[in-house]
Protein backbone atom coordinates (compact mmCIF):
# COMPACT_ATOMS: atom_id res chain seq x y z
CA UNK A 1 0.00 0.00 0.00
CA UNK A 2 1.14 3.80 -0.96
CA UNK A 3 1.45 5.62 2.32
CA UNK A 4 0.09 9.13 2.63
CA UNK A 5 3.19 11.68 2.98
CA UNK A 6 2.48 13.01 6.74
CA UNK A 7 0.54 16.25 7.15
CA UNK A 8 1.21 18.56 10.14
CA UNK A 9 -1.14 21.64 10.68
CA UNK A 10 -1.48 24.27 12.65
CA UNK A 11 -4.83 25.84 13.09
CA UNK A 12 -4.63 29.04 14.89
CA UNK A 13 -8.18 29.73 14.82
CA UNK A 14 -8.95 33.57 15.98
CA UNK A 15 -5.18 33.82 16.94
CA UNK A 16 -2.84 36.05 15.57
CA UNK A 17 -1.91 39.25 14.81
CA UNK A 18 0.54 40.74 12.13
CA UNK A 19 3.09 40.96 15.30
CA UNK A 20 2.93 36.93 14.98
CA UNK A 21 4.47 36.13 11.63
CA UNK A 22 7.62 36.07 13.10
CA UNK A 23 6.39 33.19 14.67
CA UNK A 24 5.32 31.82 11.86
CA UNK A 25 8.65 32.30 10.64
CA UNK A 26 10.21 30.86 13.13
CA UNK A 27 8.01 27.59 12.47
CA UNK A 28 9.20 27.66 8.80
CA UNK A 29 13.41 28.00 9.64
CA UNK A 30 13.15 25.36 12.49
CA UNK A 31 11.42 22.43 10.61
CA UNK A 32 12.74 22.45 6.96
CA UNK A 33 13.95 19.03 6.17
CA UNK A 34 10.98 17.46 7.88
CA UNK A 35 9.50 14.66 6.24
CA UNK A 36 6.25 15.66 7.05
CA UNK A 37 4.50 18.88 4.58
CA UNK A 38 4.17 21.51 7.08
CA UNK A 39 1.08 23.83 6.75
CA UNK A 40 -0.47 26.65 8.91
CA UNK A 41 -3.74 28.16 8.49
CA UNK A 42 -3.68 31.51 10.48
CA UNK A 43 -6.87 33.78 10.73
CA UNK A 44 -8.08 34.91 6.72
CA UNK A 45 -6.66 38.64 6.98
CA UNK A 46 -2.62 37.03 7.54
CA UNK A 47 -2.99 34.94 5.05
CA UNK A 48 -1.25 36.78 2.45
CA UNK A 49 1.02 38.35 4.53
CA UNK A 50 1.91 35.30 5.88
CA UNK A 51 2.49 33.43 2.47
CA UNK A 52 4.82 37.08 2.06
CA UNK A 53 6.84 36.08 5.08
CA UNK A 54 7.05 32.20 4.19
CA UNK A 55 7.88 32.48 0.73
CA UNK A 56 11.03 30.18 -0.30
CA UNK A 57 10.14 28.01 2.81
CA UNK A 58 8.41 24.57 2.66
CA UNK A 59 5.64 25.48 4.86
CA UNK A 60 1.93 25.92 3.29
CA UNK A 61 -0.24 28.49 4.42
CA UNK A 62 -4.10 27.50 4.71
CA UNK A 63 -7.51 28.72 5.25
CA UNK A 64 -9.75 27.52 8.65
CA UNK A 65 -13.12 28.10 6.25
CA UNK A 66 -14.57 28.84 3.12
CA UNK A 67 -18.18 29.93 1.61
CA UNK A 68 -19.20 27.28 -1.36
CA UNK A 69 -19.75 30.16 -3.63
CA UNK A 70 -17.50 32.14 -5.46
CA UNK A 71 -18.86 35.23 -4.79
CA UNK A 72 -21.83 37.39 -4.20
CA UNK A 73 -24.43 38.77 -1.53
CA UNK A 74 -22.52 36.88 1.31
CA UNK A 75 -21.56 39.43 4.00
CA UNK A 76 -18.85 38.76 5.92
CA UNK A 77 -17.49 35.73 3.83
CA UNK A 78 -14.74 34.73 2.58
CA UNK A 79 -14.73 32.56 -1.09
CA UNK A 80 -12.23 29.53 -1.61
CA UNK A 81 -11.00 31.40 -4.59
CA UNK A 82 -10.16 34.55 -2.39
CA UNK A 83 -8.26 32.42 -0.31
CA UNK A 84 -6.28 30.85 -3.19
CA UNK A 85 -5.56 34.06 -4.73
CA UNK A 86 -4.37 35.21 -1.21
CA UNK A 87 -2.16 32.73 -1.68
CA UNK A 88 -3.38 30.19 0.63
CA UNK A 89 -3.05 26.26 -0.56
CA UNK A 90 -4.97 24.34 1.71
CA UNK A 91 -8.47 25.27 3.64
CA UNK A 92 -9.57 23.54 6.82
CA UNK A 93 -13.49 22.18 6.87
CA UNK A 94 -16.04 20.98 8.65
CA UNK A 95 -14.05 21.75 11.80
CA UNK A 96 -16.27 21.31 14.74
CA UNK A 97 -16.24 24.62 16.16
CA UNK A 98 -18.06 25.76 12.62
CA UNK A 99 -20.22 22.68 12.67
CA UNK A 100 -21.85 23.23 16.29
CA UNK A 101 -21.37 26.94 16.45
CA UNK A 102 -22.54 27.48 12.54
CA UNK A 103 -24.52 25.04 11.82
CA UNK A 104 -22.68 23.23 9.22
CA UNK A 105 -24.07 19.48 8.19
CA UNK A 106 -22.22 17.45 6.28
CA UNK A 107 -23.69 18.76 3.31
CA UNK A 108 -22.52 22.02 3.43
CA UNK A 109 -19.14 20.86 4.29
CA UNK A 110 -19.28 18.60 0.81
CA UNK A 111 -20.49 21.70 -0.58
CA UNK A 112 -17.24 23.60 0.68
CA UNK A 113 -15.25 20.91 -0.39
CA UNK A 114 -16.46 21.08 -3.88
CA UNK A 115 -15.56 24.91 -3.82
CA UNK A 116 -12.27 24.58 -2.46
CA UNK A 117 -11.46 21.98 -5.20
CA UNK A 118 -12.92 23.96 -7.95
CA UNK A 119 -10.34 26.78 -6.40
CA UNK A 120 -7.35 24.74 -6.42
CA UNK A 121 -7.08 24.03 -2.55
CA UNK A 122 -6.27 20.95 -0.94
CA UNK A 123 -9.24 20.27 1.45
CA UNK A 124 -8.66 19.07 5.00
CA UNK A 125 -12.39 17.96 5.93
CA UNK A 126 -12.85 17.42 10.09
CA UNK A 127 -14.54 15.02 11.38
CA UNK A 128 -15.51 13.69 15.02
CA UNK A 129 -17.87 12.39 17.75
CA UNK A 130 -18.80 14.11 20.51
CA UNK A 131 -18.02 12.52 24.06
CA UNK A 132 -21.92 11.92 24.61
CA UNK A 133 -21.52 10.00 21.06
CA UNK A 134 -18.70 8.07 22.35
CA UNK A 135 -19.96 7.20 25.53
CA UNK A 136 -23.39 5.86 23.76
CA UNK A 137 -20.98 3.64 21.42
CA UNK A 138 -21.62 5.69 18.57
CA UNK A 139 -18.35 7.28 17.71
CA UNK A 140 -17.56 4.76 14.59
CA UNK A 141 -20.86 5.18 13.03
CA UNK A 142 -21.10 8.71 13.67
CA UNK A 143 -17.65 9.74 12.02
CA UNK A 144 -17.96 7.00 9.20
CA UNK A 145 -21.08 8.72 8.49
CA UNK A 146 -19.89 12.02 8.50
CA UNK A 147 -17.04 10.74 6.46
CA UNK A 148 -19.38 9.73 3.68
CA UNK A 149 -21.71 12.91 4.11
CA UNK A 150 -18.74 15.39 4.10
CA UNK A 151 -16.66 13.75 1.07
CA UNK A 152 -17.80 15.19 -2.33
CA UNK A 153 -17.41 12.49 -5.31
CA UNK A 154 -15.06 14.89 -6.82
CA UNK A 155 -12.29 14.80 -4.47
CA UNK A 156 -11.37 10.97 -6.59
CA UNK A 157 -8.02 11.36 -7.67
CA UNK A 158 -7.46 14.65 -5.87
CA UNK A 159 -5.21 16.00 -3.02
CA UNK A 160 -7.16 16.21 0.17
CA UNK A 161 -6.98 14.66 3.91
CA UNK A 162 -9.36 13.95 6.56
CA UNK A 163 -9.07 15.13 9.95
CA UNK A 164 -9.86 12.94 12.76
CA UNK A 165 -11.04 15.27 15.83
CA UNK A 166 -13.20 13.38 18.45
CA UNK A 167 -14.90 17.37 19.68
CA UNK A 168 -14.47 16.30 23.81
CA UNK A 169 -10.47 16.27 23.14
CA UNK A 170 -10.20 19.48 21.11
CA UNK A 171 -8.53 22.68 23.73
CA UNK A 172 -9.41 20.16 26.66
CA UNK A 173 -5.68 18.01 27.40
CA UNK A 174 -7.33 14.94 26.86
CA UNK A 175 -7.08 12.61 23.99
CA UNK A 176 -8.23 9.21 23.27
CA UNK A 177 -6.14 6.19 23.86
CA UNK A 178 -3.34 4.79 20.82
CA UNK A 179 -5.93 1.93 20.77
CA UNK A 180 -9.21 4.07 20.20
CA UNK A 181 -7.04 6.33 17.84
CA UNK A 182 -5.93 3.43 15.87
CA UNK A 183 -9.90 1.67 15.26
CA UNK A 184 -11.08 5.22 14.14
CA UNK A 185 -8.61 5.73 11.76
CA UNK A 186 -8.81 2.35 10.41
CA UNK A 187 -12.32 3.06 10.23
CA UNK A 188 -12.00 5.93 8.31
CA UNK A 189 -9.43 3.88 5.95
CA UNK A 190 -11.83 1.46 5.21
CA UNK A 191 -14.48 3.99 4.40
CA UNK A 192 -11.98 6.26 2.12
CA UNK A 193 -11.40 2.99 -0.02
CA UNK A 194 -14.84 2.10 -0.19
CA UNK A 195 -15.76 5.93 -1.33
CA UNK A 196 -12.96 6.22 -3.66
CA UNK A 197 -10.50 3.29 -4.28
CA UNK A 198 -7.26 2.66 -3.65
CA UNK A 199 -5.91 5.79 -4.93
CA UNK A 200 -7.43 7.22 -1.79
CA UNK A 201 -4.31 5.56 0.00
CA UNK A 202 -2.37 8.83 -0.25
CA UNK A 203 -4.76 10.75 1.66
CA UNK A 204 -3.04 10.98 5.06
CA UNK A 205 -5.68 10.90 7.97
CA UNK A 206 -4.69 13.36 10.45
CA UNK A 207 -5.77 13.31 14.33
CA UNK A 208 -6.27 16.47 15.79
CA UNK A 209 -7.70 16.67 19.94
CA UNK A 210 -4.77 17.93 22.53
CA UNK A 211 -1.69 16.73 20.35
CA UNK A 212 1.40 18.65 22.51
CA UNK A 213 4.82 17.77 22.27
CA UNK A 214 4.64 15.12 24.73
CA UNK A 215 1.81 12.69 22.98
CA UNK A 216 2.82 13.63 19.69
CA UNK A 217 5.59 10.19 19.05
CA UNK A 218 3.01 7.91 20.37
CA UNK A 219 0.12 9.48 18.28
CA UNK A 220 1.98 10.35 14.73
CA UNK A 221 2.99 6.48 14.87
CA UNK A 222 0.12 4.88 15.98
CA UNK A 223 -1.55 3.13 12.92
CA UNK A 224 -2.69 5.17 10.44
CA UNK A 225 -2.17 8.31 11.56
CA UNK A 226 -0.78 10.31 8.61
CA UNK A 227 -0.20 13.22 10.52
CA UNK A 228 -2.44 16.05 12.94
CA UNK A 229 -4.36 18.91 12.93
CA UNK A 230 -2.65 20.90 15.89
CA UNK A 231 -4.44 23.48 17.46
CA UNK A 232 -3.01 25.67 21.07
CA UNK A 233 0.18 24.11 20.51
CA UNK A 234 0.65 25.49 16.94
CA UNK A 235 0.76 28.96 18.02
CA UNK A 236 3.81 29.15 19.40
CA UNK A 237 7.04 27.77 17.64
CA UNK A 238 8.51 25.48 20.32
CA UNK A 239 5.70 23.80 20.46
CA UNK A 240 4.46 23.37 16.97
CA UNK A 241 8.18 22.39 16.23
CA UNK A 242 8.25 20.02 18.90
CA UNK A 243 5.13 18.30 17.44
CA UNK A 244 7.07 17.94 13.93
CA UNK A 245 10.26 16.68 15.20
CA UNK A 246 8.43 13.97 16.96
CA UNK A 247 8.32 12.23 13.33
C1 LIG B 1 -8.32 21.97 16.69
O1 LIG B 1 -9.12 22.80 17.08
O2 LIG B 1 -8.30 21.65 15.49
C2 LIG B 1 -7.43 21.35 17.66
C3 LIG B 1 -6.91 20.21 17.37
O3 LIG B 1 -7.21 22.05 18.83
P1 LIG B 1 -6.23 21.66 20.03
O4 LIG B 1 -4.96 21.10 19.44
O5 LIG B 1 -6.00 22.92 20.78
O6 LIG B 1 -6.94 20.61 20.84
Redesign the pocket.
Known amino acids: MVQPTPLIAG?W?MNGLRASLPEARAIADGCAGSRARVAICPPSLLIHEMCEELAGTSVLVGGQDAHWETSGAFTGEISAQMLADAGARLVILG?S?RRAGCGETDAIVARKAQAALAAGLEPIV?VGETLEQRQAGEALAVVTGQVRGSLPAELAGRAFSV?Y?PVW????GLTPTTAEIEEMHRAIRATLTELFGPASDTAPILY????KPANAAEILYAAEVGGA?????SLKADDFLGIIRAL
Open positions: NKHECAEAIGTGGSVLVGGA
